[in-house]
């Protein structure tokens, strides 16, 4: 698969199924936790629809016909400040290692900095150690403790950046 043929797009009605597959591949790819983390998220099967609202935003990594990964950037949920969440950043083994992690962070840091939100939070699991990197050196920096309600409670690394 030649990375021209890749690109990053915001997520479309018809690609929700695949998008899905690619989240919940992730868990068993890497043994993660199924209960308290998104691969049980009511939205999960519905990630087109869940990032309809305001001030949110979900981009897929995708050929012209699969859905290779995705990151999104949403409100947090249940917070009252300006501070929005990088959600359900997942991608397929095909590609895992190959760039789109540090390229999907930085165009949705760009979105959430043009939607105006003060800080982005995020939430992870400490066996995902390259991911957790690849947060850091995108000047994310470690939280002793979560921000909202996002009833990820197998998730235990928080961390957040001032945009």
Same mark, same amino acid.
């Given at each position: 698969?030649s990375? @021209?043929e890749?690109v990053?797009? +915001?997520i479309?009605?018809d690609?929700?199924l695949?998008?899905e597959? %690619?989240?919940? /591949?992730c ?7 199924l209960?308290g ?5 009511? @939205?999960?099967?519905f990630?087109? +629809?869940?990032y309809?609202e305001?001030?949110s935003?979900?981009?897929? %990594?995708?050929? /012209?016909t699969?859905?290779?990964g ?11 400040g ?6 359900k950043?997942y ?6 290692g190959k760039?789109y992690g540090k390229k999907?962070?930085g ?7 043009n ?7 995020l939430?992870?699991i400490?066996e995902?150690?390259?991911a ?7 000047g ?6 979560p ?12 961390m957040e950046k001032v945009?």
């Amino acid at each position: 698969m030649s990375e @021209e043929e890749i690109v990053i797009r +915001e997520i479309r009605a018809d690609d929700n199924l695949q998008t899905e597959a %690619v989240i919940k /591949a992730c868990f068993l790819d890497f043994k993660l936790p199924l209960t308290g983390t998104a691969y049980e998220d009511a @939205e999960t099967p519905f990630m087109y +629809e869940a990032y309809r609202e305001e001030k949110s935003v979900y981009f897929v %990594v995708a050929n /012209a016909t699969q859905v290779l990964g995705g990151a999104g950037i949403k409100h947090l949920k249940d917070y009252d400040g300006n501070v929005c969440e990088l959600q359900k950043m997942y991608f397929s083994s095909e590609i895992r290692g190959k760039g789109y992690g540090k390229k999907l962070i930085g165009k949705c840091l760009e979105a959430a900095k043009n939607f105006g939100y003060d800080t982005c939070y995020l939430e992870t699991i400490p066996e995902l150690k390259t991911a957790i990197y690849i947060y850091e050196t995108h000047g994310f920096t470690h939280r002793t403790e979560p921000l909202g309600n996002t009833g990820h409670y197998s998730c235990g690394v928080w961390m957040e950046k001032v945009l």
